[in-house]
């Protein structure tokens, strides 16, 4: 079985992310969505409403396992037995970054691959932060996140 780690902060999770998490699950046995969690960083959301804003997001994709963890990335996928990190490109500013981290997390732990899927045009240009800022600004975000995580963010608005 080949499990896949697809870790990020997912602060909220956006459609670009469902659409590499569900490209990713065609590809491996199974994939753990892990959400990061840095007790130096304060998050948009706590981790719990992340993770199960996550979980709802992805309920119908069924090889998909929501996780959290702390500390780095590799270590938590060799507690899970993952021999792959799966990452999501959008634009060549990504790639760069990305594959920095890529040749660092070589070096930890040369057993580790990391698999980069680009998302589809029409995701882009979303990014967790595009959506706060719309958020913050009374905008629409329906077209940029999974329902569930748009009722969410719409009832936090309109709460405050």
Known sequence: MTIAIYPGSFD????GHIDILKSGAEI???VIIAVSYNV?????LPIETRLDLI???????PNVEVDSFEGLTIEYAKKKNAKVLLRGLRTSFDFEYEMQ?????QLLYNDIKTVFLITKPEYNFISSSAVREILFNNGEIDAF???AVAQHLYSMRYDT
């Not at 130096?40 to 948009?44: A, E, L, T």
């Not at 981290?101 to 997390?105: A, D, E, F, P, R």
């Open 28 to 30: 491996f046995d199974k």
């Open 55 to 61: 979980k709802k997001s992805v309920e119908n994709i």
């Open 145 to 147: 996140v999974p329902k």
């Open 40 to 44: 130096n960083k304060q998050g948009f």
């Open 101 to 105: 981290l890529s040749q660092t997390n």
């Open 12 to 15: 909220p999770i956006t459609k």
